[in-house]
C-alpha cells in the first residue's frame, strides 16, 4: 500500500467528481471553447465562464474576466512579473520564495530591473516593516512586492493582509505566489489587497496537472506572455485588449478546468475551515510525534496553526534524501526531500545544501498514515546506514 504524504507538489487522488467532470467533459464537450459558433463550441465556453466564476467568486474578485487561465502557478507568476515590470522598476520580494518567483526575478534583473530581496526570520517569516523599509529605500517606491503566501519548504504563513493593504494605499502591486494557499487558507483579494493572484489548479484547489491561474484586481492589466490566435477579431495583427482573451491564446484545457471547477466546489461543500482543520490536526500530530524522536529537527514555525500545509524536518547526520529513499523502498511512503525548488529558502533557515524531509498531507490522509510514518521514522532514526553504498548505487531522489 501507497501513503501518498506529497501534497504540497500537487494532490493525489483527487475527489470522485474531479475524474467525473474531466471523463465527462472530454466525451461530450470536447470542443475547441471559443472557436467558431457552433452549439457544442458555445456549451463549451459557457462551462469555461462558469470556471472563471467559480474562481472569482472564491478569491472575492468582481469581474470573472479578470481569471486567467494558465498551464500551472509558474506560468502564471512569470505573466504577472515579466507582463508588468520594466526595466528600472524595483520590485521587492523574501528570500523564502520558490523558483518559480526567484529565477523569472533574477532573469529580471538582468534586464534591468531592481530586485530587493528581504530576509526573513528563523521561522521563515517576513515583517511588513521589513518589506515597507525595503519597498521605500532611497525614497524609489517599488511597483511591486511579489511573495508567496505560504512557504513550500517550511509552511509559514506570511502577513498577507497587512502587506497588502499597506501596498493598496502606497499604490504598489501586490502580487501573491499563492501555490500553498489556495484551497487551504482563505484568500479574498479585496479585504487582503492582492493585486495580481497566482495559483496552480492542481494543488490544494484539487484540480487535474496542467492547470493553474492568474486573478487580476481591476485596473491591472499586464502585456500578454503569449502570442496568437484568441478566437475572435483575427484580422488584428495585435493581441486583443479585453480580458481574459488578451493575456490567453491557443486551446484551453476545457476538461481540465471542467474538473479544477469540481475540485473547488468540492471544497466548497465541505468548507475551508474544515478542510483546514483536517490537515492541521495531521500536521500537529506529525510535530508532536517528530518532537519526540531523537535526532529530529523541525524547520519553520512548528507549530500547526502558524503554518500552511507542510511540516520540513532533517535528521542529524543522515542525509534527507536517504531518509526519502528508505521510506519509499520500504515503506511506501511518499515524501518530498532536498531542495523543494527554493534554493534561497533553505540558505534563510540553514538547511543548504541538503536541504529537509517534507511532509505535506493532503485530504485524503488519514491519522493512521501519519501513525505509520512515525513508526518507520523511529525505527530509522536508530539504525545508522552505510551512506557511501546507498549512494553510489545513485538511488536518491533529487531535491
Ligand atoms: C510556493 C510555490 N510556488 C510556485 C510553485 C509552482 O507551482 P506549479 O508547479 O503549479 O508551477 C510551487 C510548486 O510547488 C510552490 O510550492
Not at 1 to 11: F, G, V
Not at 103 to 130: I, M
Not at 380 to 399: D, H, S
Amino acid at each position: 500500500m501507497t501513503i501518498y504524504l506529497d501534497n504540497a507538489a500537487t494532490t493525489f487522488p483527487k475527489p470522485e467528481a474531479v475524474y467525473r467532470a474531466v471523463d465527462k467533459t472530454l466525451r461530450r464537450l470536447g470542443v475547441n471553447p471559443g472557436r467558431g459558433s457552433y452549439q457544442l463550441v458555445l456549451e463549451a465556453g459557457r462551462l469555461v465562464y462558469g470556471v472563471r466564476q467559480t474562481i472569482a467568486e472564491f478569491f472575492n474578485l468582481n469581474d470573472p474576466a479578470g481569471v486567467v487561465f494558465t498551464a500551472n502557478a509558474t506560468e502564471a507568476i512569470n505573466l504577472a512579473l515579466f507582463g508588468l515590470l520594466q526595466p528600472g522598476d524595483r520590485v521587492v520580494t523574501t528570500t523564502m520564495e520558490h523558483n518559480a518567483v526567484s529565477r523569472p526575478l533574477h532573469a529580471l534583473a538582468t534586464r534591468g530591473v531592481e530586485v530587493l530581496k528581504v530576509p526573513v526570520d528563523a521561522t521563515g517569516r517576513v515583517t511588513l516593516a521589513a518589506i515597507q523599509q525595503t519597498a521605500t529605500a532611497g525614497g524609489v517606491k517599488a511597483r511591486m512586492v511579489a511573495l508567496s503566501h505560504c512557504s513550500n519548504v517550511t509552511g509559514t504563513i506570511q502577513p498577507i493582509e497587512e502587506i497588502g493593504n499597506w501596498c493598496r494605499r502606497q499604490g504598489i502591486l501586490l502580487l501573491v505566489d499563492a501555490a500553498q494557499s489556495a484551497g487551504l487558507l482563505p484568500i479574498d483579494m479585496k479585504n487582503m489587497g492582492i493585486a495580481l493572484l497566482a495559483a496552480p489548479g492542481h494543488k490544494s484547489l484539487l484540480g487535474p496537472p496542467g492547470t493553474g491561474l492568474l486573478c487580476l484586481a481591476e485596473g491591472v492589466l499586464p502585456q500578454p506572455l503569449l502570442y496568437g490566435g484568441t478566437g475572435g477579431n483575427s484580422l488584428s495583427p495585435s493581441m486583443p485588449e479585453e480580458l481574459p482573451e488578451r493575456l490567453e491564446c491557443g486551446t484551453l484545457n476545457a476538461p481540465a478546468l471542467a474538473g479544477l471547477q469540481a475540485g473547488i466546489e468540492h471544497i466548497r461543500e465541505l468548507g475551508l475551515e474544515q478542510v483546514r482543520r483536517h490537515k492541521s490536526a495531521l500536521l500537529e500530530q506529525l510535530i508532536y510525534g517528530l518532537q519526540t524522536l531523537p535526532g529530529v529537527r523541525i524547520h519553520g514555525p512548528g507549530q500547526a496553526r502558524r503554518q500552511g500545509g507542510v511540516v520540513s524536518f532533517t535528521v542529524a547526520e543522515r542525509d534527507p534524501a536517504e531518509i526519502g529513499y528508505l521510506l519509499d523502498e520500504e515503506h511506501g511512503i511518499c515524501v518530498r526531500t532536498g531542495l523543494h525548488c527554493a534554493p534561497d529558502a533553505h540558505g534563510s533557515i540553514g538547511t543548504l545544501p541538503v536541504g529537509t524531509i517534507r511532509v505535506s498531507p493532503g485530504l485524503f490522509n488519514s491519522a493512521a498514515d501519519i501513525d505509520t510514518l512515525l513508526d518507520a521514522l523511529a525505527r530509522m532514526v536508530k539504525f545508522v546506514p552505510n551512506l557511501t553504498i546507498c549512494k553510489q548505487n545513485n538511488e536518491f531522489q533529487e531535491g
